[in-house]
């Protein structure tokens, strides 16, 4: 059974900094690429910042610099250090697991809030 738990989200302040977590279980975890997307009350989801299977990133223009992604093989755990949180990346984030086109898998997302 594919799981994908994220962790980490929270009330955060404006200028501040949070940490998410996400932790795959039944998958070919080295395969796979990894993503974070968000989607805030009203709007479509969106992408956020990925990692390929051979640790290349690539992030979104409004988080490039603030906000960065890794992964550890061992744990099968992909991380997104958020720093200088603006009220407007409120949303919840979501993790995302991707093998070419047939395996696509989701987490149940984590509510990030910043406040001003």
């Known amino acids: 059974q594919v799981q994908l738990v994220e962790s980490g989200g929270g009330l955060v302040q404006a200028g501040g900094s949070l940490i998410l977590s996400c932790q795959a279980s039944?998958?070919?975890?080295?395969?796979?690429?990894m993503a974070w997307y968000r989607q805030a009350p009203g709007q479509q989801r969106q992408f956020v910042a990925s990692v390929t299977s051979n640790f290349n990133t690539d992030y979104a223009d409004f988080v490039r610099g603030r906000f960065s992604i890794s992964r550890d093989n061992r744990k099968k755990t992909v991380s997104l250090q958020m720093n200088s949180l603006d009220p407007e990346d409120t949303a919840v984030y979501y993790c995302?697991?991707?093998?070419?086109?047939?395996?696509?898998?989701w987490g149940s997302g984590t509510q990030v809030t910043v406040s001003s």
């Open positions: 039944g998958i070919a975890y080295t395969n796979y690429d």
């Open positions: 995302n697991a991707r093998w070419g086109p047939l395996y696509d898998y």
